[in-house]
């Protein structure tokens, strides 16, 4: 993603925003500074994206995402749940759809991740409109990068033609997917793309033991 810059004052009041209505979320498990320092990064990874007018907004989303991740990883929080991490270059097509495919079968039984190595400025609007054709809605999705709590927390981390870009840890489970890339496709394009992906996502699911809804 390009990089603008927002005024310092516009950023102090973001963050402090975000930060306290994270900490409130987050009390007696992760202090203040963390939480800021997540919000202030968080915010600085998304500026410049095609979703400006939201930064502020998706940051708040980038930094619970990640701070949930911190949390677990210092054992502050437990979860029974597996999750997932979906990883391609953009995260603007293929793990975007498969992020969706799997939070509408899977529902609240599987934390559901994405990221890219390189995000795009927004997410494929074909990929948008094909997973709406079959009722899954991605509309509010939004590129942004892997990492490192985010793939240090994932039990399966599915990659998506990001190659070496893609972070290796040992002990995690990973699995590949070959497929098309739909950029620059158009709909009747995507949705065969779209279709296989659900297949794969109902194989994971049943791999790891979750009913598909």
């Known amino acids: 993603m390009s990089t603008t810059s927002i005024p310092a004052a516009d950023r102090r009041r973001v963050v402090a925003g975000a930060t306290d209505r ?14 800021e320092r997540f919000v202030d990064d968080s915010l600085e990874r998304l500026t410049g994206s095609r979703y400006d007018d939201f930064v502020p907004l998706l940051a708040e989303r980038f930094a619970r995402e990640r701070l949930r991740a911190v949390a ?7 979860s029974d749940r597996p999750t997932v991490l979906f990883l391609c270059v953009q995260n603007a ?8 495919w799997l939070s509408h079968l899977a529902g609240d039984r ?10 795009a400025d927004a997410v494929n609007p074909a990929a948008v409109a094909a997973m709406a054709e079959v009722g899954v809605d991605i509309s509010d999705a939004f590129p942004r990068p892997w990492t490192d709590e985010t793939v240090g927390v994932a039990d399966v981390i ?35 793309i779209r279709d296989e ?8 699911l049943a791999d790891l033991g979750v009913a598909a809804g």
């Open 197 to 204: 992906i659900e297949r794969r996502v109902r194989g994971l």
């Open 72 to 78: 677990r990883l210092e054992g502050a929080i437990t």
């Open 158 to 192: 599915v990659t998506m033609g990001c190659g070496d870009a893609c972070p290796v840890l040992p002990g995690k489970r990973y699995l590949d997917w070959e497929l098309e890339d739909p950029a620059g496709r158009d709909v009747a394009a995507v949705r065969p």
């Open 22 to 35: 994270l900490q409130a979320e987050f009390a007696g498990v992760l202090g203040r500074e963390t939480i």
């Open 93 to 100: 097509g293929r793990s975007q759809m498969a992020a969706g």
């Open 110 to 119: 599987v934390e559901v991740l994405s990221g890219g190595s390189a995000p």
